[in-house]
């Protein structure tokens, strides 16, 4: 029997939960149950967009994806033209992989660093973000012509 440990979505997608924390919240009385994802998710298709949901091992955003409103409770990884913004919640790092460019980073509480692997983040623009880490070394590393502004960051 083999398990299932990553789901790849190849088809442009505008997948939309009902957002997360609903039951800590209690702000309405409908239904606190969250749209859980279990396994990795890569997005992989151009166009695709995810808002309230819960990613409990990771994400992939291809290229021009948008995600918003989510929780991630591991590594985000990006494509070019990605917005991630608006509430989102990581715990671990995001990450690109080579040379990435027009990424959006704005709006979010990340428990972890901006990491580029191989290459560098291009073009970029990181805004309005909170960044914690209790890990050694840069928390935010190898940009190129990229917009910081009006970020907290801070190392536990």
Not at 134 to 148: K, P, R, T, Y
Request: overall charge neutral; proline content about 1%; glycine content about 8%.
């Amino acid at each position: 029997h083999t398990e299932v440990r990553e789901v790849t979505i190849s088809k442009t997608l505008h997948l939309i939960g009902p957002g997360f924390m609903l039951a800590e919240n209690n702000i309405n009385t409908i239904n606190p149950g969250e749209a859980t994802f279990v396994y990795t998710v890569r997005f992989s298709k151009e166009n695709c967009s995810v808002s309230g949901c819960v990613f409990l091992h990771g994400a992939s955003l291809g290229v021009s994806c948008t995600a918003k409103n989510n929780k991630f409770a591991n590594n985000v990884s990006f494509d070019n033209n990605v917005y991630f913004g608006g509430n989102v919640v990581v715990n671990g790092n995001i990450n690109v992989g080579s040379h990435y460019y027009n990424i959006v980073v704005e709006n979010n509480i990340i428990m972890g660093k901006a990491t580029a692997g191989m290459g560098s983040w291009r073009d970029c623009i990181f805004r309005n973000n909170t960044f914690v880490t209790s890990a050694s070394g840069e928390l935010v590393s190898d940009m190129i012509n990229c917009s910081i502004y009006n970020n907290i960051i801070t190392q536990m």
